[in-house]
């Protein structure tokens, strides 16, 4: 059986000057997370476009749910649900109704239909809202309700496009934990991101797409290795202690690297940064810090910015190009 | 694979009771929601409501007694039947407005990602209409009562006045589709459907008798639909011939029909 729930090959797609899709090709296991990440404009909507039928490629194949999405378009909307970059709830219809006409447009009976809705909006939390316009929900809420109705009907394969774009941190853990939810239910979620961190916190693959291309496609940890993992940062309370600090860091560098005060343009002098290759740096950070006694303002891992990724990545394809000029 | 996704109920891959079952069903579900649509903004009748007021009311007493000789009454009986016709028209236009703002705000690729009938989200928002157009003919007729016009036929001719009238609505809204495809703005919508509408309707019999017009524009007249509706409408609530008009009407639905939906509906799919 094809263990390959989205499957796609040499996408290829032109909008007048702009070719947004440049031979992409996509492939998701069942029951895991494929993250598409880029910035603004690379062809992550395009591509889930194409795969939800709403866009017809100019080339290429795509096979969702083990159909053809070119050729069988009514099949896969059978299987799947879409939540859009801007949340395409009605405004003036309430959680209920908007629930239930996806219901009714998905041949469910209406009696079904509006179980199925009560359900879900029990379950994102929405009851209370559930007889209000959704003109009147606040932003976290309407982005709940319309990720709701994209799993009116069990859908086995998901397509969010930019869930969180617009939400605050609290709000995007909330969706991160619903993405989880309907993956330990079975589901699989294909998700486009220009947030490496939400890459990181849901996807069991990383797929980084830029103008139309894919340019590297790994694990999240296979990803952050290419690119240098994660940065510690402290920030001691007393700044005369950043020596100190400077000398725990270097006990978690990773191979090769050292601790360095902050020095970049436009920080804030007064803090320490170290590379380090995982999360285990903490354990021996957090207690070397207590012993010497050292109070810290700011404590953080970072994960290399949307921009970093992209600077290495598209360097390091430059490098492979010159290597094979000199072969 | 996963116990979860099997206990999901099965898949249908044909949808339930056939296909065209369904777009009937699809396209129910929804015009009910243009419905809940435009009771949550009363302010989105005027056009079917007060508008119609206004125009019969400055008709008739404002231009009445110098168009028909001072005789309001007998102008008001000739009015009448036309104003449903320019009303009928001019209702048609928020159609194509509503339908362009929901394709800007992406609820349609919502409804695209469904599967269901390409043509159900645009035959559900012409099927909700019916309601404006029913709204016309009932605000008309009930302020034209008031205002002592009297219908001279009976109850079955009466209501194949109203019948006519909705079921002309229903096809001239299609042009309205197709200029919501067409035109970027909800507002280009409105500007483009006035061209078409404003000739229409004053280019027709609906405010002065088709034989007090030069020859030229009467050629025009006499092709109107808008002529056609009227005339009908008038034979119906009036008294007088209707067949001639009827059919004629009938035959331009007809055309309306053949002509824009295939046109709405191809600009449908290539957008967005």
Known sequence: ?327 | MTTAVLDAPAHLDSPRGGSFLALVRHSAALAKRSLIKTVRTPEALIDVTIQPVIFLLMFTYLFGGAIAGGDRHTYLQFLLPGMLGQSLAMGGIALGQNLNADIEKGVFDRFRSLPVSRSAPLVGAVMADIVRYLTVCLVTLGIGTVMGFRISTGAPPTIAAVALAIGFGLCFGWISVWVGMIVRTSGAVQGVMFLLVFPLSFGSNVFVATETLPGWLQAFVKVNPITHLVGAERGLLTGGPVAHHLWMTLAWMAGLLVVFVPLALRAYNKRA
Request: hydrophobic letters at 40%; a negative charge; charged letters at 25%.
């Open chain 1, 1 to 327: 059986m094809d263990d390959l729930v989205v499957r796609a090959e040499g996408l290829r797609k032109r909008f007048g000057k702009t070719q947004a899709l440049d031979g992409v090709d996509l492939a998701m296991r069942r029951g895991t997370v494929l993250g598409v990440l880029g910035p603004n404009g690379a062809g992550k909507t395009t591509a889930v476009r194409v795969l939800a039928t709403l866009l017809r490629p100019d080339e290429g194949t795509a096979f969702v749910a083990g159909i053809d999405v070119l050729r069988e378009p009514q099949k896969v909307r059978r299987r799947i649900g879409l939540t859009g970059q801007y949340a395409s709830v009605d405004e003036d219809l309430t959680g209920t109704q908007n629930l239930v006409l996806i219901g009714q447009l998905l041949d469910l009976h209406t009696r079904d239909a509006k179980k199925r809705a009560a359900e879900l909006l029990e379950w994102f939390d929405l009851t209370e809202a559930a007889g209000r316009p959704a003109k009147t929900y606040s932003g976290g809420m309407r982005r709940r309700l319309d990720l709701a109705a994209s799993l009116v009907g069990h859908p086995e394969v998901i397509f969010l496009d930019e869930p969180t774009t617009g939400l605050d941190p609290a709000k995007r853990e909330d969706m991160w934990g619903v993405v989880r939810t309907q993956v330990a239910q079975g589901s699989s979620v294909l998700l486009t991101t220009q947030y490496l961190e939400e890459a990181d916190a849901l996807a069991d693959e990383i797929v980084v797409v830029d103008h139309g291309k894919v340019i590297a496609q790994d694990t999240p940890d296979g990803l952050k290795r290419r690119v240098g993992g994660q940065t510690l940062r402290i920030r001691p309370a007393d700044a005369g202690r950043l020596n100190d600090v400077l000398r725990i860091l270097d006990g978690v560098a990773a191979p090769g690297t050292n601790a360095a005060p902050d020095s970049a343009a436009g920080s804030r002098p007064g803090a320490a940064s170290v590379p380090v290759t995982s999360d285990h740096a903490l354990d021996d950070v957090i207690p070397a810090l207590r012993r010497a006694g050292i109070e810290v303002n700011e404590f953080g891992l970072h994960l290399p910015s949307l921009d970093e990724v992209f600077h290495t990545l598209t360097g390091a394809e430059k490098d492979e190009k010159k290597t094979e000029a000199l072969v």
